[in-house]
């Protein structure tokens, strides 16, 4: 056999034999576990994300594990990489439905999968439980029994800031959202609110997803005479944006309002992004006595400060694992839906409560700001106002507030 | 006028980094015929190298002269261990390996620097603003402006009046009998395309402090150099520069007044320039 | 290749796919039907790129515009699959004959990045026409209808893939019809040496048209396929990163071959499923293999095996 033929056998060969590595190496899971198929983003641009999932799925798994699991059951996470695009994230949540026989589903990172994993839910059957997902349309139009959505909504996080910005001197708003589904909406949510609260929206742009000089822009924020520019750009565009109006000059200026305030972006961003305003859906900084216990447990076991998917997993796990308990069994979806809907939970940053009609958790909205403080080695989100649910949860199966 | 000010140094900083990343992406096309869908991964190693070296040495000048030639090392290793053997065959099978090389170096960076964009920050003496002409404009923007005329001359000046620039050339437009003159071809391939991964590399270091350093910079920026070489005439240096003018100019006014069509626009640019003449408007027509 | 040998492989090879959704497990069957689409994506790119000698930047763009037509007609109109089908391949055909047209007037690397430029917008006005297309959230809730009208339900996953089935086949034995005849040899022609062509007094202008037309129907039909079958269309299936993958699906089985590019889509999806459940970092890993194969079997699966069984004993 000739040289260049050998390696193709050996090619060939190989993926035969790892083909079947695999189905040898899943049998090793014993007990009758419970398990959670989670088809989130672990490699490219979003896998920031991905790693929050799982860090915050590690840490309730080993504690509830190591209390004896759920109805006597461990709790088994399977992992799955999409690398942020929706047919590979149909293709894994098909996997880890048909292979590996889970009955829930989580960790969808961006609108586009989750709404195409969703869309499938009935078919297959199965729960997906969004911890992450800000789509209000996922309980919107594109809502059906098999989704709960345990996290903050993008409109309920651009309400929270709305409502701490009414009360604000501040009267002339900038709207910067990136040019797809979540920066247009986000804006669009934003601008209704804040004009309701009789403030003014003095100019929207979207800029393209992937911008890396948003020099043009900040002309045009200077321009518009903007005392705030409400901004809706995906972590990587934002913290571009961050660094480059600081380098300007326009943070001094015009202040930053997002609305996510996230940690990565802060430990991407550094001091530039001083002063930011905005909404976050989970901060670490929440004073209770649960939080302050879970923050030190994340920290021991991670070695970092829990992000906002950090948390909002956690607790999505922990609900869940109630609700089963609950509805005592982990197999029969009607009654664990049943358990879920009208429930209630104690959250790390508040009470939640799980909406009959259409599966939006009911929680406190925070407006933070990102602050200096000696005793972490990057900006906190500091509180600067909690609203109860139901201030900012929008009316049943719409985007409107009461 | 401040406004205007602003916005034709705005162009010119987008330009001159345009210029940076796309004047190797064009030497390489002119001179060995080859796409290089990877050159946008050398760009992204050069930003993140030029983090590690300024968080080591503290000094942003020590990693603008170090870390190209670091990324022109590794991407010549790269040429000498994989494209050096497939030269003769079809242009899809080069095009094809420079695509899974990217793939497997994006994918190292990320293994060793993790998912989180890494900030730089610009040398002291060029933070902060100067006054231009009623414009209060940053420093480093417009050290970008000078770092791109300065490269550009000094590669023109390299490529039209050296002996080496010579063989280059000649190499270009006719490997064979450059060959047959006694010229290493194979060197100077290897050369070639070590040196417009170090271009890259420089882009990605001077491109650092305006954006950070992170992963996905390397696919963003390949279509905009793909469209200022298709522009400007792939191979010409003069040509790059041009287009990266245009470029720059159109993403930078397009941006302010149709910030939704702009690139719209420049596609339909690049369309009618390969349609109506391919070579661009400095490449030579063939 | 004896013509005999030839015939026992493929009786074999339609043998095991009529016969596998009856042995294979739920999602192994829901992968396989995910091989035969990008199967028919490669098989079709192959047309243009194996025969005819034009590498195209921009193929994923038809495949994005069969699944759009397909997932709007389901959704809006909710016919038999099949018309969904047709106006899936329609549509892509359709918008390939002028961006063809206009292609054509370029040659080799120009033509290449003119088919880049021309997906790119296409993914520009899919990503932005959010009424339509669902910007980039897509189009979701993609049913699976019926086979006919009043004739049984595609719902079924055998059922599904029987259609799947039957309409790659369909397509590989009229894209060997289509190279064994007098256009096909003339495209093979014109691969070989587009000048000898025009010396010999023909223009091979109509020729690449009329094949770029029918590669990217067909590619739309796999798009077109796709949409039923994961529920969804997305501006993702219009990328040029999809557009890369297939050229290396091509590359993997086999260039130049039909089949080859089949099986290559297949290795290639195969290996990046089992590849990342192992590791995150399994693009490292997809990167390598390509980068050897491309040095070292450029014949890919399909041209290796041949080389090998032929080879004198």
């Not at chain 1, 799982?54 to 840490?59: A, D, P, S, T």
């Not at chain 1, 200096?372 to 409107?400: F, N």
Request: proline letters at 5%; aromatic letters at 10%; glycine letters at 12%.
């Amino acid at each position: 056999m000739r040289r260049r033929d050998f390696l193709a056998v050996t090619v060939v060969g190989g993926t035969t034999a790892a083909v079947g590595g695999p189905f040898v190496l899943r049998r090793a899971y014993a007990q009758n576990p419970i398990k959670i198929g989670l088809p989130t983003v672990l490699s490219g641009g979003n896998a920031q994300y991905g790693t929050q999932v799982k860090r915050g799925c590690e840490l309730f798994g080993k504690e509830i594990n190591a209390k004896g699991g759920v109805l006597g059951r461990p709790l088994q996470f399977i992992y799955e990489d999409t690398g942020g695009d929706p047919a590979t994230a149909v293709r894994k949540a098909q996997k880890l439905v048909e292979k590996d026989g889970v009955k829930f589903l989580s960790g969808t990172i961006l609108s586009s999968e989750a709404l195409a994993v969703s869309a499938k839910c009935p078919e297959w059957k199965v729960i997906l439980m969004s911890t992450i997902n800000g789509a209000g349309s996922l309980t919107t139009t594109a809502f059906h029994r098999y989704f709960f959505r345990m996290n903050t909504s993008g409109p309920m996080g651009a309400r929270a800031i709305s409502l701490y910005l009414g009360e604000s001197p501040m009267k002339r708003f900038f709207g910067l959202g990136s040019d797809y589904a979540w920066g247009r909406d986000s804006v669009a949510s934003f601008s209704n609110q804040i004009t309701a609260a009789k403030k003014e929206v003095v100019g929207k742009d979207y800029p393209p997803v992937g911008t890396k000089d948003f020099a043009s822009y900040i002309s045009k924020i200077k321009q518009s005479r903007a005392e705030g520019c409400y901004l809706a750009l995906p972590g990587q565009d934002s913290t571009i944006f961050l660094k480059q109006a600081h380098q300007f000059g326009l943070t001094r200026e015009v202040k930053p309002i997002m609305e996510i305030v996230e940690l990565e972006n802060m430990k991407a961003v550094g001091d530039a992004m001083e002063g930011t305003i905005g909404s976050s859906r989970y901060p670490f900084t929440v004073d209770t006595p649960k939080n302050r216990d879970f923050v030190k447990r994340f920290h021991a076991m991670h070695g970092v400060y829990p992000d906002m998917f950090d948390g909002e997993t956690y607790e999505g796990m922990e609900w869940l694992s109630q609700v089963i308990q609950k509805a005592g069994t982990a197999d029969d979806l009607d009654k664990i839906i049943e358990a879920w809907e009208d429930s209630k939970y104690d959250g790390l940053e508040g009470p939640f409560f799980m909406r009959k009609c259409d599966h939006q958790a009911v929680q406190p909205g925070f407006a933070v700001q990102a602050v200096k403080d000696p005793k972490y080695p990057h900006l906190i989100p500091k509180i600067l106002a909690t609203y109860p649910g139901e201030k900012v949860t929008p009316k049943c199966r719409t985007e409107e507030f009461s | 006028m401040a406004f205007v000010v602003e916005q034709m140094l705005n162009a010119l900083a987008l330009a001159g980094l345009l210029f940076l990343v796309s004047a190797g992406l064009s030497l390489v096309f002119g001179i060995l015929r080859v796409v290089n869908f990877a050159h946008g991964v050398f760009y992204m190693l050069g930003a993140y190298l030029g983090f590690t070296a300024v968080k080591l040495s503290g000094q942003f000048w020590l990693s603008l002269i170090v870390v190209p030639p670091v990324v022109g090392v590794v991407g010549a290793l790269l040429e000498a261990s994989t494209l050096r053997f497939i030269y003769r065959r079809p242009p899809i099978y080069q095009l094809l390996l420079t695509f899974g090389l990217a793939l497997i170096l994006e994918e190292s960076i990320r293994v060793l620097y993790g998912p989180t964009a890494m900030g730089v920050d610009p040398p002291v003496f060029l933070q902060g603003a100067v006054d231009v002409l009623g414009a209060v404009y940053p420093s480093y923007r417009l050290f970008l402006v000078v770092l791109g005329i300065a490269v550009g001359v000094g590669v023109w000046l390299f490529l039209q009046r050296t002996r080496a620039g010579l063989v280059i050339r000649a190499v270009a437009q006719n490997s064979e009998m450059a060959d047959c003159l006694g010229a290493d071809v194979a060197r100077v391939r290897t050369l070639v395309f070590g040196a417009a991964c170090a271009l890259a590399g420089l882009g990605g270091v001077a491109a650092a402090p305006m954006t950070t350093a992170y992963l996905g910079m390397g696919i963003s920026v390949i279509v905009d150099a793909f469209v200022v070489v298709v522009i400007g005439g792939l191979g010409s240096i003069v040509g790059s520069m041009a287009g990266s003018l245009i470029v720059g100019a159109a993403q930078t006014w397009g941006a302010f007044y149709l910030s939704e069509t702009a690139m719209v626009i420049i596609y339909a640019v690049m369309g009618a320039i390969l349609i109506f003449r391919p070579w661009g408007l400095f490449g030579e027509e063939e | 290749m004896t013509p005999a040998r030839t015939r026992a492989l493929a009786l074999a090879a339609l043998a095991a796919l009529a016969l596998l959704p009856w042995v294979l497990a739920r999602h192994q069957l829901s992968i396989l039907v995910d091989l035969l689409i990008f199967g028919l994506f490669a098989l079709s790119l192959d047309l243009i790129l194996g025969y005819t000698g034009m590498v195209s930047f921009g193929h994923a763009a038809y495949f994005g515009l069969g699944a759009y037509g397909s997932a709007l007609v389901l959704i809006h109109f909710g016919p038999p699959v099949p018309v969904a089908l047709l106006a899936g391949t329609l549509l892509a055909g359709a918008v390939a004959a002028p961006v063809g047209w206009f292609s054509t007037r370029a040659r080799d690397i120009y033509f290449a990045m003119l088919t880049l430029a021309f997906a790119q917008l296409l993914y520009t006005v899919a990503y932005k026409w959010r009424d339509l297309t669902g910007g980039s959230d897509g189009i979701t809730g993609v049913p699976k209808t019926t086979l006919f009208w009043g004739g049984p339900s595609l719902a079924e996953p055998r059922a599904f893939y029987y259609l799947v089935a039957a309409c790659v086949v369909l397509a590989l034995v009229a894209c060997r019809a289509l190279v064994g005849s007098p256009f096909g040899r003339a495209l093979q022609a014109i691969r070989e040496n587009e000048h000898r062509f025009v010396s010999l007094g023909r223009d091979p202008r109509p020729f690449k048209i009329v094949v770029f037309v029918i590669a990217a129907a067909l590619g739309g039909l796999a798009g077109a396929l796709f949409a039923p079958f994961r529920g969804f269309a997305s501006p993702e299936g219009m990328f040029w990163v999809l557009s890369g993958q297939g050229l290396m699906m091509v590359i993997t089985g086999g260039i130049g071959t039909l089949v080859g590019p089949v099986i290559g889509a297949m290795v290639f999806i195969l290996v990046q499923e089992i590849l990342s459940s192992y590791t995150e970092h399994w693009m490292i890993f997809t990167g390598l293999i390509f980068v050897l194969i491309v040095i070292f079997l450029p014949g890919g699966v399909v041209g290796t095996a041949r080389r090998w069984l032929e080879a004198p004993r």
